[in-house]
């Protein structure tokens, strides 16, 4: 007996029925690896600084990113016009050093002006409301409700930071520069619609990766190094250069015989 294959017509039902629950898992985990990325900043501060814990971090993944693109799609993968790198370069700047610099600044402070993850993350949810102000200082007038949820948003904001005189009172200063944080992270969103980025998403992110974690680095001589954050990061250094290495002779191997084999084929 031989099966016949799904009717066309049948295909584009069973796309859209499973497009919502493509649509909610997506969401689910970026909630989840959002939110958890406050906690993961308040245990990465106190076993080392927190500018270079972040700078690390971004650098990290903006190599890995671009050994990734680079072995996919050849040596041309990253190439940008140099007006698309700069805008790249910009939005990173305010995106993760301005936005995420200033929460692990916010994070790592002595008691009574560090801001607890939980509240970090919080005041940072404040960003959709940030770019609704900005889309509507540009001209792009929102509607009525929108407006109305601003207005609910910045109400809670208040109420969370205003002092409240006791020993839970959320730090003054701590919240203060989260929210500072979270108005880079809303200039850098609202511009990277507006300005001239590079076509592929992917490649913006190395771009923006790297600016961010060269801006970080910029601001490390306010911070103690010390010899156990050196080892640290010569690990992770030698760890991404481990698998450069060891991953470009393995695809070039089987390229080689690929086309070794082809060859014996057509003789």
């Given amino acids: 007996m031989s099966s016949s294959p799904p009717s066309v017509a049948a295909l584009p039902g069973r796309r859209a029925a499973t497009a919502p629950t493509l649509v909610w898992t997506a969401l689910i985990v970026v909630y989840l690896l959002w939110g958890s990325t406050y906690l993961a900043i308040r245990v990465a501060v106190e076993t080392m600084p927190p500018l270079l814990s972040a700078a690390l971090r971004f650098a990290v993944a903006g190599v890995v990113l671009a050994v990734v693109l680079r072995l996919r799609r050849g040596p041309g993968a990253l190439r940008v016009q140099r007006r698309q790198l700069g805008s790249a370069a910009l939005v990173g700047v305010l995106l993760l050093a301005g936005g995420n610099g200033l929460v692990v600044l916010a994070e790592s402070g002595p008691p009574g002006v560090a801001v607890p993850s939980g509240i970090a993350a919080l005041l940072v ?14 001209g792009d007038r929102p509607g009525v409700w929108h407006f109305a949820g601003v207005t609910l948003g910045f109400v809670g904001l208040v109420l969370l930071v205003l002092p409240a005189g006791s ?3 959320v730090p003054l200063v701590g919240a203060l520069t989260v929210v500072a ?14 300005i001239r980025m590079p076509a592929d998403p992917f490649v913006g ?33 030698a760890g991404v250069a481990l698998v450069v290495t060891t991953e470009r002779p393995r695809r070039e191997g089987a390229g080689s015989r690929s086309g070794t084999a082809s060859t014996a084929g057509r003789r």
């Fill in 205 to 237: 992110t190395v771009y923006q990766m790297v600016a961010g974690a060269v801006a970080l680095g910029a601001l490390l001589v306010a911070e103690p190094i010390t010899p156990r954050v050196l080892l640290g990061g010569a690990v992770i250094v």
């Fill in 125 to 138: 949810a404040t960003v959709p409301l940030l770019v609704v102000l900005l889309r509507s200082a540009t």
């Fill in 181 to 194: 944080g979270a108005v880079a992270w809303s200039v850098g969103s609202f511009l990277s619609g507006r």
């Fill in 167 to 169: 020993a839970d009172a």
